[in-house]
């Protein structure tokens, strides 16, 4: 838009910085909910504990850095997280890596 209205404003500053104030609605951190991702929301609150965010995987699969097995894949359903404690191959039971199927 700046560069519809002054044309030569790229010679100035290569780039632009924009502030939005005033939002017209607030929400708290309790409201947030999953319709407004992707949107541009104003929040109120006080984080006092926060944990990680773990996307929910439906299939995961375990490669082996140590023999090159790979184990799975494996169905993974809610939110409980599947552990492999060894590898089936070697008995292997620090060199498991966890990765996600698409």
Known sequence: ????????????????????????????????RQDHLNSLVKVGGVVTR????????KWVRFDCQKCGQVLGPFTQEGEGEIKVGHCFNCQSRIYLLAGALD
Request: hydrophobic residues 40%.
């Open 1 to 32: 838009m700046i560069l519809l209205n002054f044309p030569t404003y790229d010679q100035i500053h290569p780039e632009i910085h924009v502030r939005i104030t005033d939002m017209p609605t607030r929400n708290s951190l309790r409201d947030l």
């Open 50 to 57: 926060r944990g990680g965010v773990w996307p929910m995987l």
